[in-house]
């Protein structure tokens, strides 16, 4: 068994990469989310305080959540396991480096889709929502066949706050307060790879599925 990690921001479409690879490379898919549900179901002593923390209104701090992956680790897999939001934090990065050497488990492929601050910004601005259906479209890549009407239902299409840029680049400078420290750690790693996330989706399939073919 080994661990392989896919990092990306937000709307680079890292979690459809991942599910892809996923079926391609017949690996175990691990969210952090799914581990999180399992272990609170379960009863599990962890789970348990995880599920106090998130009742509290709290996020899951990362000795909880490394509590939890490392568990769910323990237990083992058949065939590789690929990480999709996990390690989110560089304190849960080097925790991993250490549980994985201490388990003798290797860690394969981390791979990063990369794509410009300045391109997911044009794609959030651009995006408008469907008042109605909620179907997406965006004003230069997928406009709709009349101006501000959904092509599917005739409703009017809004611009949801969350979608100025105002608001995308207070999201993006928390996340890169996080993420660029975790991000670092990772590119000095002999087994990192970066791919330009700034291609059609089939295209950064390809690039994706070329390097983990190598050997990790
Ligand atoms: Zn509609």
Do not use: W
């Not at 998130?54 to 990480?83: I, W």
């Not at 394969?108 to 408008?128: F, I, N, Q």
Request: hydrophobic fraction near 40%; charged fraction near 25%; charge should be neutral.
């Amino acid at each position: 068994m080994k661990v392989h990690i896919l990092l990306g921001p937000p709307g680079s479409g890292k979690g459809t990469q991942a599910q892809r690879l996923v079926e391609k490379f017949k690996l175990n898919h691990l969210s952090t989310g799914d581990i999180l549900r399992d272990a609170v179901s379960k009863g599990t002593e962890i789970g348990l305080r995880a599920k106090a923390i998130m009742a509290s209104g709290k996020l899951v701090d990362d000795d909880t959540v490394n509590g939890l992956v490392f568990a769910r680790l323990r237990q083992g897999f058949e065939g590789d396991v690929l990480f999709d939001g996990y390690p989110r934090t560089l304190q849960q990065a080097e925790a991993l480096g250490e549980f994985l050497s201490t388990q003798m488990i290797e860690l394969g492929h981390v791979l990063s889709v990369a794509v410009p601050d300045g391109v997911l910004e044009a794609r959030v601005v651009g995006r408008r929502v469907c008042s109605n259906c909620g179907a997406i479209y965006h004003v230069e890549t997928k406009p709709p066949k009349q101006d501000g009407i959904c092509d599917l239902c005739g409703s009017p299409l809004k611009h949801r706050s969350d979608d100025t840029a105002e608001a995308f680049r207070s999201r993006m400078a928390e996340f890169n307060a996080t993420f660029q420290p975790l991000l670092g750690f990772y590119e000095r790693k002999p087994n990192f790879r970066s791919v330009d996330g700034n291609l059609a989706p089939e295209q950064v399939f390809e690039s994706l599925v070329k390097l983990f073919a190598e050997c990790a």
